[in-house]
């Protein structure tokens, strides 16, 4: 892990990301349990596509590419993404696909909440 201004370049058990600390500055080299939270607002179809991906997450520094299952929506807009044992919400506009779908999201700004446990 390294940490520049606040953006942390990171490891998870999906892959290498990309994200926004917030909280106190992370010690490197400590392991951190997160909650993530993708910022904005992301379109089915253009922002969201179906995947036949294994769960992975990859980034550069344009953005983020998180693969995984759509677990579900609420009022058409806040949705799920199951990655194994976890889950990541994010807000979404248009149709959505079928609940269950192999989906990528391409996120432009991920934060990072470090949790206590």
């Not at 953006?7 to 080299?29: A, L, M, Q, R």
């Not at 179809?45 to 579900?72: H, M, P, R, V």
């Not at 807009?77 to 807000?91: A, K, T």
Request: glycine share 10%; aromatic share 12%.
């Amino acid at each position: 892990m390294r940490c520049i201004n606040g953006i942390v370049h990171g490891s998870t058990c999906f892959g290498d990301i990309i994200v926004i600390w917030k909280g106190d500055k992370p010690d490197i080299g400590k392991a951190y349990y997160v909650e993530l939270d993708i910022d904005g607002v992301y379109v089915w179809g253009q922002d969201i596509a179906l995947s036949k991906e294994n769960i992975s997450i990859t980034s550069n520094e344009e953005s983020t590419s998180l693969s995984g299952i759509f677990e579900s929506i609420d009022d058409g807009e806040y949705s799920v993404l199951r990655m194994g044992d976890y889950i990541v919400p994010f807000l979404t506009e248009g149709n959505s696909f079928e609940i269950g779908s192999e989906i990528n999201i391409n996120a432009k700004l991920i934060s990072a909440y470090p949790i206590d446990y």
